[in-house]
């Protein structure tokens, strides 16, 4: 079936109606833990008022840095209506009274110099095409006020290849990537950007986790014939490590809107 945005959208609103557990985003809890915590040291970092999740799913990451900050205001907004209501459903469980969901589709709507803190975390991939893709950058340009601050948590080509390359090197098959997702090139992404953002920095935050949970991880369940569980606890001590090298799919680069933008 070819990809377009609305097998892509069917696809979430399916698997939001079959699972409400943290795992409805990806299987993956762990790299969802790094995600949380890289952006919940960014908002520290530039203390924002209004922030906006771009792609929120099911609430988890917009729910729990409310939860961390009740002084500030979250919304999020995703085109899945499931996983909207699974949002506001995990919301109302955990009394994050400072956060706000809504239905809504980043290539099709923008708030102009509304937000002074965006984020997305793997949602601008589930975008069938560069264009597409293109399109929804600029409307997260066009929702920041000057100076404010984009946090782009994203997966890029050229780390899946580096860590697939070493993946091969250790007689492990390479994971490709998932046909609803299109990754980003890195270059591409900074070229589009560069006219009204400075880079503050730009991060792989997959790397150390990859290659431990990815690699390591992987050989010792091919050599003793086991199924990997994202819950083992090498998953969870990978998590920890610093973030080291480009042998990941993963980067965390923060942009910060020109001051002379409109």
């Known amino acids: 079936m070819k990809k377009t945005q609305d097998t892509i959208k069917t696809y979430w609103d399916d698997r939001a109606g079959l699972d409400n557990s943290q795992q409805?985003?990806?299987?993956?809890?762990?790299?969802?833990?790094i995600e949380l915590r890289v952006t919940s040291e960014t908002i520290q970092r530039y203390q924002?008022?209004?922030?906006?999740d771009v792609g929120c799913g099911d609430g988890w990451t917009t729910i729990n840095a409310g939860i961390a900050y009740p002084e500030l205001q979250f919304f999020g907004f995703d085109y899945s209506e499931n996983?909207?209501?699974?949002?506001?459903?995990?919301?109302?469980?955990?009394g994050a009274n400072n956060v706000n969901f809504a239905v809504g589709d980043i290539t099709k709507s923008t708030n102009p110099n509304k937000y002074?803190?965006?984020?997305?975390?793997?949602?601008?991939?589930?975008?069938?095409?560069?264009?597409?893709?293109?399109n929804a950058l600029e409307n997260i340009k066009n929702s920041l006020g000057p100076g404010g601050i984009y946090l782009m948590i994203e997966?890029?080509?050229?780390?899946?290849?580096?860590?697939?390359?070493?993946?091969?090197?250790?007689g492990l098959a390479?994971?490709?990537?998932?046909?609803?997702?299109?990754?980003?090139?890195?270059?591409?992404?900074?070229?589009?950007?560069s006219n009204e953002f400075e880079i503050e920095s730009d991060i792989n935050i997959s790397s150390s986790y990859y290659l431990v949970s990815r690699i390591i991880y992987s050989s010792i369940c091919q050599k003793n014939n086991v199924t990997p569980d994202y819950y083992d606890i090498h998953h969870e001590l990978a998590s920890k490590l610093p973030f080291l090298g480009e042998f990941g799919p993963t980067r965390a680069i923060t942009f910060r809107k020109s001051k002379g933008s409109s």
């Open 48 to 52: 924002p008022h209004q922030i906006c």
């Open 155 to 170: 997966n890029f080509t050229e780390g899946q290849n580096l860590f697939n390359s070493v993946r091969s090197s250790f």
């Open 174 to 193: 390479s994971i490709p990537v998932r046909d609803h997702n299109t990754f980003f090139e890195r270059s591409q992404v900074l070229d589009f950007m």
């Open 116 to 134: 002074d803190f965006i984020f997305s975390s793997r949602c601008l991939i589930n975008l069938a095409d560069w264009s597409s893709q293109k």
């Open 83 to 94: 996983m909207i209501k699974n949002a506001n459903r995990n919301r109302d469980q955990y």
């Open 24 to 33: 409805s985003t990806t299987m993956d809890v762990w790299l969802r833990d």
